[in-house]
């Protein structure tokens, strides 16, 4: 009994401590940029690495996750972004082409993460039309966008915002990390 409770006490606090290291959770900061081929970002060790380095995009991704051995199942920019948000092939999401309207009442990995209890938000091009569902906050370009002074569209309507589309985006994404997310819980951002 003596060798017991202490062998006892032992096993319950490393198994205490195996299953709050399972629960915690990582940030998935989603980066999802327009038309950037693999060859353009030095982490994937492309022929443009010299020519144009991405040391930002390089650093996150030797810090976080890089896609080695992701395919690409629709080119076309609304429909890739569907399947993305889906998991699931074009036809089977129903978003073929960028003529198509996104049904948003189905399946997504954002409304996923909310129900295990991540707060959601995702900033930039969405192509997708309709409202966005499955985001706690969420502010998407009008189609593909201006480039300079581009409307974009919040929960509460259109809104025109002065600047270039890149730094509106930035700045919306890290004013929701700064004010709006709630500290302690795990967050997905997609810009």
């Given at each position: 009994m003596k060798k017991t409770l202490?062998?006892?006490?032992?096993l319950g606090a490393m198994l205490s401590g195996f299953l709050s290291a399972q629960e915690a959770r990582p940030n998935i900061?989603?980066?999802f940029s327009?038309?950037?081929?693999?060859h353009a970002i030095g982490a994937y060790d492309g022929w443009l690495k010299k020519v144009n380095p991405t040391p930002v995009i390089d650093k996150l991704a030797s810090d976080g996750m890089l896609?080695?051995?992701?395919?690409?199942t629709n080119s076309i920019c609304g429909p890739s972004r569907a399947v993305i948000q889906t998991g699931k092939h074009s036809h089977k999401n129903g978003f073929m082409n960028n003529g198509n309207t996104f049904d948003w009442n189905q399946q997504t990995f954002p409304k996923l993460l909310q129900k295990a209890g991540y707060q959601t938000a995702i900033y930039g091009k969405s192509h997708l039309k309709g409202k966005p569902q499955g985001y706690d906050d969420w502010a998407v370009l009008p189609g593909q966008g201006l480039y300079y002074n581009p409307d974009m569209i919040f929960p509460e309507g259109r809104k025109r915002i002065d600047g270039y589309c890149t730094d509106v985006v930035?700045?919306?994404?890290?004013?929701?990390l700064r004010n709006k997310r709630v500290a302690g819980k795990p967050f997905m951002l997609m810009v």
């Open positions: 202490p062998l006892l006490a032992l900061l989603f980066v327009d038309d950037h081929a693999p896609f080695v051995n992701s395919f690409c930035t700045d919306l994404a890290v004013g929701w």
